[in-house]
């Protein structure tokens, strides 16, 4: 029975590893971030100074205080593949809890350690 739920949540891991590196792809690949480097002078490069090598300039809309987080595309990546991982960890634990094989972090006593601490 273990060998079988070992073996159902590696083949989860593992189409879920092929899902989510597929959906990342996707979403790398339906929403590109071009880039934009500051000249000295701090502003934005553009028509007034040489980019990056095919960059188009600043944004349309130009707002500084528009909200952007960027991350390489192998962060990215890393980020699914941990998320997976995650998933497929608390699943895994939950059906080791639902067996009877190990009881959830909840149901473990905390110990508490008497005496002053001088």
Same mark, same amino acid.
């Given at each position: 029975?273990?060998?079988?739920?070992?073996?159902?949540?590696?083949?989860?891991?593992?189409? &879920?590893?092929? +899902? =989510?590196?597929? @959906?990342?792809a #996707?979403?790398?690949?339906?929403? /590109?971030?071009?880039l934009?480097?500051?000249t &000295?002078?701090? +502003? =934005?490069?553009? @028509?007034?100074? #040489?980019?990056?090598?095919?960059? /188009?300039?600043?944004?349309?809309?130009?707002n500084?205080?528009?909200?952007?987080?960027a991350?390489?595309?192998?962060?990215?990546?890393?980020?699914?593949?941990?998320?997976?991982?995650?998933t497929?960890?608390t699943?895994?634990?939950n059906g080791?809890?639902?067996?009877?094989?190990?009881?959830?972090?909840?149901?473990?006593?905390?110990?508490?350690?008497?005496?002053?601490?001088d």
């Open positions: 029975e273990k060998t079988q739920m070992a073996e159902q949540i590696d083949d989860l891991s593992e189409q &879920s590893h092929d +899902a =989510a590196r597929a @959906a990342v #996707a979403y790398a690949r339906d929403h /590109p971030v071009r934009c480097r500051q &000295s002078d701090g +502003a =934005a490069s553009g @028509a007034r100074s #040489a980019g990056l090598p095919g960059d /188009p300039g600043p944004p349309a809309d130009g500084p205080a528009a909200d952007l987080v991350i390489t595309r192998s962060e990215l990546d890393a980020l699914g593949d941990k998320a997976v991982q995650d497929v960890k699943l895994f634990m080791l809890v639902e067996a009877g094989w190990a009881v959830p972090r909840s149901a473990v006593p905390v110990p508490e350690f008497g005496g002053d601490a």
